[in-house]
């Protein structure tokens, strides 16, 4: 009896979590746009204008030659796509509630529950841009063939929990610092628009620049993601272990300095700044 009411008793508790993070996610996707559909609207529009300015980009310099065979938008959008999942992850988890904000004045409310909320939020938004632009291309202009989907949404995931990863650190360090580390995360996201490795493929870029782009995380998962794509490229200078592995490693980081933070956090902090 007394096994069985411990059991409904963490069954309820669970449950009730999972509706506290469901709210809070909900809260989350609406706190930057009031309108769900205008807010989904500008995340797709951000993603199109990026997919079309790097198109043009290729073709006026005269670089479609360096992509791989296969759909070129394909090419041009598999690395926006995983762009976009990693910076706004990153960006998202960079500016949840923490330990010190009045969201955390509520009783049920934690600083891990806005993390998650925030992060969430971040992938349901481009999970949903993705698809829908995805289809919007696949039923209006070419239909879409991927060679392995399964691995392709294994990346898009992987960046998208790389991001979190290093949103984490991030966040665990801006009370000390709001400005510094704030602009730090922001000339990290520009760096990562060539640094990320979304304009070439590792397999075509000589040894001197291949260590430019090597130590960086998402140059890995765009590359695999690209491998995944299209049959015809075999990813040979790129894993995605060494992607997770940095993650998992920046994530752990990322946990024990938030709590670090949250020990020593205080409401006067904000007032300083």
């Not at 991030?170 to 990320?196: D, E, H, T």
């Amino acid at each position: 009896m007394f096994k069985a009411e411990r059991t409904t008793s963490a069954l309820g508790s669970t449950f009730n979590l999972l509706e506290l993070v469901y709210h809070a996610t909900v809260r989350s996707i609406r706190k930057s746009q009031g309108n769900a559909i205008l807010g989904l609207l500008q995340n797709m529009f951000q993603t199109v204008m990026l997919v079309a300015t790097f198109y043009l980009m290729y073709t006026i310099l005269g670089m479609r030659g360096s992509a791989v065979r296969g759909d070129f938008m394909l090419y041009i959008m598999s690395g926006i796509f995983l762009y976009m999942t990693y910076t706004k992850a990153m960006s998202a988890v960079f500016g949840s509630e923490g330990s010190s904000s009045a969201m955390m004045k509520h009783g049920p409310m934690t600083t891990a529950i806005a993390i998650s909320a925030a992060a969430l939020g971040a992938l349901y938004m481009q999970m949903l841009s993705m698809l829908v632009v995805l289809y919007l291309y696949h039923a209006a202009i070419k239909p879409i063939e991927i060679h392995d989907w399964a691995g392709a949404m294994g990346m898009v995931m992987l960046g998208w929990f790389s991001g979190v990863a290093l949103g984490m650190v991030f966040l665990a360090a801006k009370p000390w610092n709001p400005q510094l580390v704030g602009m730090i995360q922001q000339i990290y996201g520009r760096v990562n628009m060539i640094a990320s490795g979304k304009m070439f493929l590792a397999n075509t870029l000589p040894h001197k620049m291949l260590v430019m782009f090597s130590w960086n995380p998402l140059f890995h998962i765009i590359d695999q993601a690209r491998g995944f794509t299209f049959i015809n490229y075999n990813p040979h200078f790129s894993n995605w272990e060494y992607a997770l592995n940095v993650a998992l490693a920046l994530l752990a980081i990322g946990l024990m300095g938030e709590f670090y933070t949250r020990q020593h956090a205080s409401a006067s902090w904000s007032a300083r700044h």
